[in-house]
């Protein structure tokens, strides 16, 4: 998918949804409510979300250090709002991965490395996150009896997530047959004579891409106790930062709500939001969080809250990772990545 029609689809189907949302969902008394909203709820949520940028930060910092390489906290942080910019445009949320690696590159970290670690950010998540899909199974089942299509996205998410694993896997215990297929395929564009390509140059790059990436993930397990634990802390405090959020803004409705509720059906949220095929997850959150927050509050709260939940723990970053990928990457350079990512 091209810059421009990332773009395009993840700002159309945000504002579509949204609008469809606070429509359906809201009245007089959600704008009441909204009106005497307290402050500081809306400044503590800021709050919860710029910790989440710097837990994050401070997590790809710890995988970088497992993998013997050093990235400095303010080049970190650029990677979080980068990641989150890529991520927004693609489906699967999968742009942001190969900007994060251009972008280590250029900080002197090898691609494998770089791939290593942007692999390893996603798959510590996700693992972290599959722990809260039995729990709310366990303690909160009214979210998949009240819905049967919510049932059915868990059941996809599931099986995709248990597919990416078996890859993961794969890509470190095989490393040979991944090295075998590049082979395969780099022989094959060779035959159409399409691409001017050396091939052997091009199959020993790639050999020692592929051994830096299987090395360095193994490194994320025999590094040591105190680094993997402070990893899964992070991770984490992470996704915590991010839960809060909602608690938060409903505090600052005048809503109380479920501290437990809300961590276990937001926890199995997050988890489903990874395998949604929209650019970065755009219209599923939306209308997702509206259809699931309201076994924590009215429906007439639930939209708003959805809204204001996206806001903060995404479009924020978002737009920051904008900013940030125009001034220091270009539109050109941005453009080309995804579309070689494509390829």
Sequence with gaps: MSLRRGLMWFVGLTIFVGILVIHYTSDSETWHLLMQARYLGVALALILAALGWVFDALRIQ??????????????ALSLVFLNAFGSAITPFQSGGGPILIYVLRNNGVPIGKG???????????????????????????????????????????????????????????????????????????DRLDVFNLRVFSIVRFFNKQIDLYAQNMKLLFTGGIFRFALLVFLTLAYLFSAIFVLPVLAWALGIGISIKKAILIQGLFFFVLYFVPTPGA??????????????????????????????????????????VAFETIGMEIISAILERKKQ
């Design 62 to 75: 710890v995988i970088a250090e497992i993998m013997e390489e050093r990235v400095p906290f303010k080049t």
């Design 282 to 323: 755009s219209g599923i959150a939306e209308g997702g969080g509206a259809a699931i927050y309201k076994v924590l509050v009215p429906l007439n709260i639930a939209g708003v809250l959805s809204i204001g939940w996206r806001f903060f723990t995404h479009y924020l970053s978002i737009f920051i990772g904008t900013i």
């Design 115 to 189: 791939l290593a670690l942007a692999l390893t950010r996603t798959v510590v998540t996700v693992v972290v996150l599959g722990v809260f899909v039995p729990l709310s199974l366990l303690f909160v089942p009214d979210v998949f009896k009240e819905s049967v299509a919510m049932m059915g996205v868990f059941l996809y998410a599931t099986i995709f997530a248990l597919l990416f694993g078996i890859l993961v896997i794969v890509s470190i215990v095989k490393s040979d047959l991944i090295k075998h297929l590049v082979k395969v395929v780099t022989l094959r564009m």
